[in-house]
């Protein structure tokens, strides 16, 4: 029989999951995170052409340097980049390119917070 603290648990888990209303919505501007997360699904599936891989994937690296640089660390900006993941994972391949695209442009822009 199950006690009632997993209920509780349980409850609390379904009532504090975000809605995905604000979900799978393209960003109107790139931030480090959001971009590492953008153009990794990008990638993974196939919205841009093969040709094109390594300079989306270069921006991915500088984009990851910037979050570890304004999160203060490696661990806090693999949590603010993990934590964006639910959140674009369901975008279209037509979203994904053009995310991608924003944040390829935006690669070379300074960045005062990874938001």
Known sequence: MLKLPFYALLLASVLSTPTRADEDTLPDHASPSVCVVIIGLALEKGA???????????????????????????????????????????????????????????????????E
């Open 48 to 114: 841009i052409d093969a040709s094109d891989e390594d300079d989306y994937k270069a921006a991915a690296d500088t984009y990851r340097e910037l979050s570890i640089e304004l999160n203060g660390g490696a661990d806090a900006a693999n949590q603010m980049i993990g934590s964006s993941v639910a959140f674009f994972d369901g975008l279209s391949q037509d979203d994904l390119e053009k995310g991608a695209d924003m944040c390829l442009s935006a690669s070379d822009d300074s960045f005062d917070a990874d």
